[in-house]
């Protein structure tokens, strides 16, 4: 329970830690930036990480120059398009047989099932559309390597996905994390980011428990 607790507030303070993080490690930040970001998308036990609103505050961070962003974005991509191909692999290699050991604290059926409907219905574009989805975007490479997708497409589909997923939350926060009225909300602003993050599964959700009580 203590551990939740932290989680949540490292979620919902992430603003100050990270510029905490940034002033205690210096350069070593950008290390510790890309473990996060390659660990959400490569390693399939950690889905919670808090991949959206992290690039969403370093790039407010690199607005008022506490990290560099010529460094930061192509670090990020790389982590992100490492990650997924690192994910790839071990659910095109060892996938069937991890799932075969069921359930487990991390391992989840139903993360499997959402994420492997998701695939059927777009196909290839997923890996680039998961990336805007917590725990989809953990899962769909693993899901990606289980089916046996051509090595070649799935790398055009992660770099291109890798690429607009930061991009589009680091230039975010770069113009707008240091607005006047988003910097004095972050926390609010960071709830904002989580809650539209979720929002498909909890939309998926509510559908589901319709279809289940018709």
């Known amino acids: 329970m203590e551990l939740i607790t932290d989680l ?7 603003d100050s ?10 350069v070593w930040i950008y290390a510790i930036l890309f473990l996060i970001i390659f660990s959400e998308t490569g390693l399939i036990v950690f889905p919670f ?7 969403f505050v370093a790039g407010a961070l690199c607005g008022v120059g506490a990290l560099d962003a010529y460094i930061l974005m192509p670090l990020l991509i790389a982590a992100a398009f490492t990650g997924d191909n690192t994910n790839y692999w071990i ?10 050991i069921g359930n487990s604290r991390f391992l989840k059926h139903e993360h499997l ?19 805007f989805l917590p725990i989809v975007r953990t899962f769909a490479p693993f899901v990606a390597g289980i089916a046996r997708m ?19 939350f680091v230039v975010g926060g770069y113009f707008l994390g240091n607005v006047p009225i988003i910097k004095n909300n972050l926390t ?27």
């Open 188 to 214: 609010l602003m960071i709830l904002v980011i989580v809650f539209i993050s979720i929002t498909p599964a909890i939309l998926e959700f509510i559908r589901q428990r319709r279809n289940s009580n018709t």
């Open 17 to 26: 830690h990270l510029l905490a993080l940034t002033q205690q490690y210096g």
């Open 113 to 131: 099932d959402k994420t492997h409907a998701f695939y059927k219905k777009h196909g290839g574009k997923t890996i680039i559309f998961a990336r």
């Open 49 to 55: 990480l808090p991949g959206d609103s992290l690039l």
């Open 150 to 168: 051509t090595y070649r497409q799935f790398m055009m589909f992660s770099a291109a996905g890798s690429a607009a997923w930061i991009s589009f």
């Open 8 to 14: 949540i507030n490292i979620v919902l303070h992430l």
């Open 91 to 100: 659910g095109r290699l060892v996938g069937k047989r991890l799932v075969k």
